[in-house]
């Protein structure tokens, strides 16, 4: 069993920065791979950054490629997401999931994840 716990969303303007966090309970963060996601009012669950147990790959949503960089500290059982150049678009709830399993692959679907945190609210401003 796994826990997680968002952290760093906010308020910030159009251009800004956000550093999201997820700090995972259990001893086996490592050997799972890491996702965040997104949730507007009225849509679907979107998966915006994923990063595979051993860090070695990585996936990103179109949308933000070239502005998100996701990350892992297994020594912390953390996940990051470095949100720059932020768009009113990406106002959102964002959830960190985490997928069992040490695969190589990255799944975007959100069936594929074994457990979820509560979520954050990060809101853009224009």
């Known amino acids: 069993q796994v826990q997680l716990g968002e952290s760093g969303g906010g308020l910030v303007q159009a251009g800004g920065s956000l550093r999201l966090s997820c700090a995972a309970s259990?001893?086996?963060?490592?050997?799972?791979?890491m996702g965040w996601f997104r949730q507007a009012p009225g849509k679907e669950r979107v998966l915006v950054a994923a990063?595979?147990?051993?860090?070695?790959?990585?996936y990103y949503a179109d949308s933000v490629k070239g502005r998100f960089t996701i990350s892992r500290d297994n020594a912390k059982s953390t996940v990051y997401l470095q949100m720059n150049s932020l768009k009113p678009e990406d106002t959102a709830v964002y959830l960190c999931?985490?997928?069992?399993?040490?695969?190589?692959?990255?799944?975007?679907?959100?069936?594929?994840?074994?457990?979820w945190g509560q979520g954050t609210q990060v809101t853009v401003s224009s």
């Open positions: 990063i595979t147990w051993n860090g070695d790959s990585t």
């Open positions: 259990g001893r086996t963060f490592s050997e799972y791979a």
């Open positions: 999931a985490a997928d069992r399993g040490r695969s190589p692959y990255i799944y975007t679907s959100p069936g594929a994840y074994d457990y």
